[in-house]
C-alpha cells in the first residue's frame, strides 16, 4: 500500500505548470505596456496599400 503513482503526480505538476503558464501568457497579453503594440499590429494590415485592378479587370483585387 506504500506504492507512490509518480505518473499521476507527474501528470498534476504538469497541469499546473501549464495552467500558470497560461495565466503568465494573459497576463502579459492584456497588461497595459502591450497596448500599443497590440494596436499598431491590429491596424498593420490596413497600411498595405490597395491592390491593383489590371486593364480587363482581372488581377488581384478583381472583383468577380
Known sequence: MNE???????????TV???VAFLAIV???YSGRRKAAFD??????????DDEIGERGQG????Q
Open 17 to 19: 505548470v501549464a495552467f
Open 60 to 63: 488581384r483585387g478583381a472583383q
Open 4 to 14: 507512490i503513482n509518480w505518473v499521476g503526480i507527474l501528470g498534476s505538476i504538469t
Open 27 to 29: 497576463a502579459w497579453a
Open 40 to 49: 499598431a499590429a491590429a491596424n498593420a494590415p490596413f497600411a498595405l496599400p
